[in-house]
């Protein structure tokens, strides 16, 4: 722990063992386990038509999933298919333009879309001309500004020089390449290969293209990774320079995700471990010149991100971190999550339904949350926590008492110097950040009405 003296460390390790609990990573308030479900397709279709009020001011964002991959990365946990057979391209891009044309059709106006990203899956297992037919007819139907802000992601192995030039020419300026570890044998245990010459490779002709930000994602927790190993990692991709470092925490749910049952716990650090291998990269980052701007995320100066952090205006989506802050969020394929700030809709999971359901001429919702006053205040406490490091609950007299009703929770946060509290005003302490996710639980009121027999989420650890 090469920041921390012995003592800190013994402390540190303490806490760490005190507070690794299954937690969410709040993306959304409420969290998806704990929706009420309370939302159909006429209640969703007036969401809609209520957030798009502040379309001229503030815009939309969209978020496209793009479910495939050619083979399975056993670490993750997103929702994926497993597929070689490149004919699934057009009907699955067919289907998303249905989808998108039922959400034209709420729309009293041109759509303002400030934000753009493709997610997945693997969006560059989609060949350059099935993603420009994609994306051409949407943005054609959509008013582009200037500060627009379009993103995908891309894996070094399959994302070609064609791909980048493609979505560069529609107006995507940022690309974020999914590297997690160099070691091969932990790439062997999580199925997922690249070089670092890959890696260098398409980040040199992102940059020559006209790319203006890269962000690495790497992942600490893995199996088999040690001290030596993510220290060799983390030093090869700061030689690269990308503007921006996502350094997640392997979240291992092998009863959601089988594929994660290739390895077990015992080829995983334990959590002590975890965290020593967290250190080391924070310290690495920081001596680099990147700044620790939120949860697991990094960003050399002059980067938007870090701009947003030290302004306060840093927000954060079903997407992650992001500068944009729009009330409303559409999320297009199988299994995707919109926002319209008042109620949350996700999509069906499995895409033959997902395709039936959007030929019918239906949204595909599989479950929804519309919010109540309540969760929407608690939804602005957790949003500021997880974005500024602090909360004013001061504000009204429901605030204050929402603070009185946690306090059971709060003052061990308090007591482990975790947080402080200022006139009503909790502040994360430079300590607490690492508990984060702790620390916004323990205001999540919906987790602790209902708390779930089995685990629904990963360690924070």
């Given at each position: 722990?090469?920041?921390?003296?012995?003592?800190?460390?013994?402390?540190?390790?303490?806490?760490?063992?005190?507070?690794?609990i299954?937690?969410?990573?709040?993306?959304?308030?409420?969290?998806?386990?704990?929706?009420?479900?309370?939302?159909?397709?006429?209640?969703?279709?007036?969401?809609?038509?209520?957030?798009?009020?502040?379309n001229?001011?503030?815009?939309?964002?969209?978020y496209?999933?793009?479910?495939?991959?050619?083979?399975?990365?056993?670490?993750?946990?997103?929702?994926?298919?497993?597929?070689?057979?490149?004919?699934?391209?057009?009907?699955?891009?067919?289907?998303?333009?249905?989808?998108?044309?039922?959400?034209?059709?709420?729309?009293n106006?041109?759509?303002?879309?400030?934000?753009?990203?493709?997610?997945?899956?693997?969006?560059?297992?989609?060949?350059?001309s099935?993603?420009?037919?994609?994306?051409?007819?949407?943005?054609?139907s959509?008013?582009?500004?200037?500060?627009?802000?379009?993103?995908f992601?891309?894996?070094p192995?399959?994302?070609?020089?064609?791909?980048?030039?493609?979505?560069?020419?529609?107006?995507?300026?940022?690309v974020?390449?999914?590297?997690?570890?160099?070691?091969?044998?932990?790439?062997y245990?999580?199925?997922?290969?690249?070089?670092?010459?890959?890696?260098k490779?398409?980040?040199?002709?992102?940059?020559?293209?006209?790319?203006t930000?890269i962000?690495?994602?790497?992942?600490?927790?893995?199996?088999?990774?040690?001290?030596?190993?993510?220290?060799?990692?983390?030093?090869?991709?700061?030689?690269?320079?990308?503007?921006?470092?996502?350094?997640?925490?392997?979240?291992?749910?092998?009863?959601?995700?089988?594929g994660?049952?290739?390895?077990?716990?015992?080829?995983?650090?334990?959590?002590?471990?975890?965290?020593?291998?967290?250190?080391?990269?924070?310290?690495?980052?920081?001596?680099?010149?990147?700044?620790?701007?939120?949860?697991?995320?990094?960003?050399?100066?002059?980067?938007?991100?870090?701009?947003?952090?030290?302004?306060?205006?840093?927000?954060r989506?079903?997407?992650?971190?992001?500068t944009?802050?729009?009330?409303?969020?559409?999320?297009?394929?199988c299994?995707?999550?919109?926002?319209?700030?008042?109620?949350?809709?996700q999509n069906?999971?499995?895409?033959?339904?997902y395709?039936?359901?959007?030929?019918?001429?239906?949204?595909?919702?599989?479950?929804?949350?519309?919010?109540?006053?309540?969760?929407?205040?608690?939804?602005?406490?957790?949003?500021n926590?997880?974005?500024?490091?602090e909360?004013?609950?001061?504000?009204?007299?429901?605030?204050?008492?929402?603070?009185?009703?946690?306090?059971?929770?709060?003052?061990?946060?308090?007591?482990?110097?975790?947080i402080?509290?200022?006139?009503n005003k909790?502040?994360?302490?430079?300590k607490?950040?690492?508990?984060?996710?702790?620390?916004?639980?323990?205001?999540?009121?919906?987790?602790?009405?209902k708390?779930?027999?089995?685990s629904?989420?990963?360690?924070?650890?």
């Amino acid at each position: 722990m090469n920041n921390l003296k012995a003592d800190e460390y013994g402390t540190m390790k303490d806490l760490i063992e005190k507070y690794n609990i299954p937690a969410p990573r709040y993306t959304s308030y409420p969290t998806v386990p704990y929706w009420d479900n309370n939302l159909n397709e006429q209640s969703w279709i007036e969401q809609i038509k209520r957030s798009f009020i502040q379309n001229n001011k503030d815009g939309i964002s969209l978020y496209i999933h793009l479910p495939y991959c050619e083979s399975l990365c056993t670490y993750c946990a997103c929702n994926t298919r497993i597929t070689v057979n490149h004919k699934v391209e057009q009907p699955y891009i067919n289907t998303l333009l249905k989808e998108w044309k039922l959400y034209l059709a709420q729309f009293n106006d041109k759509p303002n879309l400030k934000e753009l990203h493709l997610g997945g899956g693997t969006p560059t297992f989609f060949a350059a001309s099935s993603l420009q037919f994609l994306l051409d007819t949407i943005i054609k139907s959509c008013n582009i500004g200037m500060d627009a802000d379009f993103s995908f992601e891309g894996h070094p192995s399959n994302t070609t020089e064609l791909h980048l030039k493609t979505l560069y020419g529609i107006g995507f300026k940022r690309v974020s390449f999914g590297v997690q570890d160099f070691d091969e044998r932990v790439q062997y245990a999580i199925n997922r290969y690249q070089s670092f010459e890959e890696v260098k490779y398409i980040m040199d002709k992102a940059r020559a293209i006209g790319y203006t930000s890269i962000n690495i994602d790497l992942v600490y927790g893995l199996p088999y990774q040690t001290k030596a190993s993510v220290t060799s990692t983390i030093e090869s991709i700061i030689s690269l320079k990308p503007e921006r470092i996502a350094f997640y925490s392997y979240a291992h749910v092998p009863w959601l995700k089988p594929g994660q049952r290739k390895y077990t716990d015992k080829d995983l650090p334990l959590a002590s471990e975890k965290r020593e291998l967290y250190e080391i990269g924070k310290v690495l980052f920081n001596h680099a010149g990147y700044t620790d701007i939120g949860m697991d995320h990094f960003a050399l100066p002059g980067d938007e991100l870090l701009t947003a952090f030290n302004t306060k205006t840093l927000h954060r989506n079903f997407m992650g971190y992001t500068t944009n802050h729009t009330k409303l969020l559409i999320g297009l394929g199988c299994s995707s999550i919109s926002d319209s700030w008042n109620a949350f809709s996700q999509n069906i999971k499995t895409i033959e339904e997902y395709i039936e359901e959007v030929n019918k001429g239906k949204f595909p919702i599989y479950k929804g949350h519309i919010l109540n006053t309540e969760d929407l205040q608690i939804r602005q406490h957790i949003l500021n926590l997880m974005c500024v490091h602090e909360s004013d609950f001061d504000q009204t007299l429901c605030n204050r008492n929402l603070l009185e009703t946690c306090k059971h929770k709060w003052e061990e946060l308090l007591k482990d110097k975790l947080i402080t509290i200022q006139n009503n005003k909790v502040i994360l302490t430079q300590k607490g950040r690492f508990f984060l996710r702790n620390i916004c639980l323990a205001f999540d009121k919906r987790y602790w009405e209902k708390q779930p027999e089995t685990s629904l989420f990963s360690t924070t650890a």
